[in-house]
């Protein structure tokens, strides 16, 4: 009787600390943190008629900078970044007990590309935006 009550106690235990790969997952997720140069940055900060010292200023230096025979200065801002986030959990008695433990994990991982065309005029002040953003 002593044996079968350590037995189910033992089980009880050992079964509260298993997660499914799902609930891992669900975990993993949580965690997101958001980047510093986001969609909705662009939006709200850049708008026609600045300055590129102002937009310099919000945004940073461009990745590609390029001008046309028109003296139309085209900034280009191309950011990819990639999160990875991996979760684990293990359960199982002594191999002697039960015969076997189990193991679940997760791994998730995303990529996301945001690019940004600011077009400046003669003056050097915004005459266009226009973006672009993916996440797979």
């Not at 997660?19 to 980047?35: C, F, H, I, Y």
């Amino acid at each position: 009787m002593y044996k079968n009550i350590i037995a189910i106690s033992l089980t009880g235990v050992l079964l509260t600390a298993c997660k499914s790969a799902q609930e891992l997952r669900q975990d993993v997720t949580a965690g997101e943190s958001p980047s510093t140069f986001t969609l909705g940055k662009v939006q709200s900060s850049i708008h026609e008629g600045m300055s590129q010292e102002q937009v310099l200023s919000s945004l940073g230096s461009p990745n590609i900078v390029t001008n046309d025979d028109h003296g139309v200065e085209t900034w280009v801002y191309d950011k990819v970044s990639t999160e990875g986030a991996r979760a684990a959990s293990g359960g199982g008695g002594t191999l002697i007990l039960f015969g076997s433990s189990s193991k679940a994990s997760a791994y998730e991982a995303t990529q996301k590309t945001l690019t940004v065309m600011i077009k400046f005029d003669p003056r050097k002040h915004v005459q266009s935006i226009k973006y672009h953003q993916s996440k797979f």
